[in-house]
């Protein structure tokens, strides 16, 4: 059992549509762990971006090859940006196997940016209602699956904390993470709504945490860094690469993220190892900040 600390628990992962992507990699390490996945993917966003997308089939067979006895797969197309998706997602993925223990908002709206000049109203709802509404939904649904109110429950005014039985059980705990990205940490020229979509999640991680915590769901928010997903290839970047190329060459490690530096740490963050950590902004991103 130690060595499959998430045996018996059930993932909802956003964002799996390709192998070189973190969404992938975080569910392959918590399959290896244990766990049953569902995942969501939206291989038309990737289809896209210079990247391009990937083999869905061979995305699905190589996550099913790793399950461990016991544990079930599962996976649905959902276009996020639909205000209905997340509901349907969040019980799509509970009936996997009855219930839903975890819950992996990596999913995000990359591409039909712009500085503050080229800004829209369409081109922030685009990236509002990918990145951050449909984080909070699914976060809501989830969260209300795993400890539904009790009748008559309404909305909160401000400052006002929940009703509690008394201590948590703190080994029995769902456990929620998102993904937010380094527009905290310097300027992010050219990425305007998506920085503003990623922001807001790392700027009420606070207060959504103390709000769940109360019902016995531990949240938490990662930075990845600079994780290289084939947006920092040469060949299939949508940027120019050569000051930040530059920059990785001088740090310690020398190297951009893989998938699986930030994957090693949500793993760790939604098992029993991970459970006093909460409402945190963590960054995994092996120093570069500290270059920047």
Same mark, same amino acid.
């Given at each position: 059992?130690?060595?499959?600390?998430?045996?018996?628990?059930?993932?909802?992962?956003?964002?799996?549509?390709?192998?070189?992507?973190? &969404?992938?990699?975080?569910?392959?390490?918590?399959?290896?762990?244990?766990?049953? !996945? @569902?995942?969501?993917?939206?291989?038309?966003?990737?289809?896209?971006?210079?990247?391009?997308?990937?083999?869905? =089939?061979?995305?699905?067979?190589?996550?099913?090859?790793?399950?461990?006895?016991?544990?079930?797969?599962?996976?649905?197309?959902?276009?996020?940006?639909?205000?209905?998706?997340?509901?349907?997602? !969040?019980?799509? +993925?509970?009936?996997?196997?009855?219930?839903?223990?975890?819950?992996?908002?990596?999913? $995000?709206?990359?591409?039909?940016?712009?500085?503050? @000049?080229?800004?829209?109203?369409?081109?922030?709802?685009?990236?509002?209602?990918?990145?951050?509404?449909?984080?909070?939904?699914?976060?809501?649904? @989830?969260?209300?699956?795993?400890?539904?109110?009790?009748?008559?429950?309404?909305?909160?005014?401000? &400052?006002?904390?929940?009703?509690?039985?008394?201590?948590?059980?703190?080994?029995?705990?769902?456990?929620? !993470?998102?993904?937010?990205?380094?527009?905290?940490?310097?300027?992010?020229?050219?990425?305007?709504?998506? $920085?503003?979509?990623?922001?807001?999640?790392?700027?009420?991680?606070?207060?959504?945490?103390?709000?769940?915590?109360?019902?016995?769901?531990?949240?938490?928010?990662?930075?990845?860094?600079?994780?290289?997903?084939?947006?920092?290839?040469?060949?299939?970047?949508?940027? =120019?690469?050569?000051?930040?190329?530059?920059?990785?060459?001088?740090?310690? @490690?020398?190297?951009?993220?893989?998938?699986?530096?930030? +994957?090693?740490?949500?793993?760790?963050?939604?098992?029993?190892?991970?459970?006093?950590?909460?409402?945190? !902004?963590?960054?995994?991103? &092996?120093?570069?900040?500290?270059?920047?």
């Amino acid at each position: 059992m130690e060595s499959h600390p998430l045996s018996g628990k059930t993932a909802l992962i956003t964002g799996v549509s390709r192998r070189a992507g973190i &969404g992938f990699a975080i569910a392959r390490r918590l399959i290896d762990a244990g766990a049953s !996945v @569902f995942v969501q993917h939206h291989a038309a966003h990737d289809g896209e971006q210079p990247w391009g997308a990937d083999d869905l =089939d061979a995305v699905r067979a190589e996550l099913r090859g790793g399950l461990r006895p016991g544990a079930r797969f599962g996976d649905a197309h959902a276009e996020l940006a639909d205000p209905a998706a997340p509901a349907a997602l !969040v019980s799509a +993925a509970a009936e996997l196997t009855g219930g839903l223990d975890i819950l992996v908002c990596n999913h $995000a709206n990359s591409g039909g940016d712009g500085s503050i @000049f080229d800004m829209t109203p369409e081109r922030l709802d685009a990236h509002w209602q990918v990145n951050t509404r449909s984080t909070l939904l699914l976060t809501r649904h @989830f969260a209300e699956r795993y400890a539904p109110l009790g009748d008559g429950a309404g909305p909160a005014r401000p &400052g006002e904390r929940a009703e509690t039985g008394g201590p948590l059980d703190e080994h029995r705990t769902g456990r929620v !993470v998102w993904l937010t990205s380094g527009q905290q940490d310097g300027p992010m020229r050219g990425e305007v709504a998506y $920085a503003t979509g990623k922001a807001a999640l790392a700027g009420i991680t606070a207060t959504v945490a103390a709000e769940l915590l109360e019902r016995g769901v531990i949240l938490n928010t990662v930075n990845p860094g600079p994780v290289n997903t084939g947006y920092l290839d040469p060949e299939t970047t949508d940027r =120019d690469l050569t000051e930040v190329t530059e920059l990785i060459a001088r740090t310690p @490690f020398g190297r951009f993220g893989a998938p699986d530096d930030p +994957a090693r740490l949500i793993a760790w963050l939604v098992s029993d190892d991970g459970r006093w950590i909460v409402g945190q !902004v963590l960054k995994s991103d &092996g120093g570069f900040d500290l270059w920047r």
